[in-house]
């Protein structure tokens, strides 16, 4: 078995709306490495890292591809060419 590692960066914000916000920006600008799956980002609160709060839809698409609406959306997932 092929040992994976992950990589946790800290990055702050004022709340959890805003959290969200920065972190679909990181995701949009870390889609050109193939190492990053987008669709696993979460967000914590700085003193409750262990509650994560999910940024997209965690959803399989065909083709291996994740959801790319938010988490909690409403209607059919999608796979647009924009993440939200």
């Given amino acids: ?9 800290p990055v702050t ?4 709306s805003a959290a969200q916000r920065l972190a679909r920006v990181v ?3 870390t889609r050109i ?3 990053t799956d987008p669709g696993e980002l979460t967000v914590s609160a700085e003193d409750a ?16 591809r994740r959801c790319q609406l938010g988490a909690d959306h409403d209607g059919a997932c999608g796979n647009g060419s924009v993440l939200r």
């Fill in 13 to 16: 914000a004022p709340d959890l």
């Fill in 1 to 9: 078995m092929t040992e994976r590692w992950v990589i946790h960066l």
């Fill in 27 to 29: 995701a949009r600008w």
């Fill in 49 to 64: 890292q262990g509650v994560r709060h999910r940024v997209f839809c965690d959803l399989r698409m065909v083709g291996g």
């Fill in 33 to 35: 490495l193939p190492q």
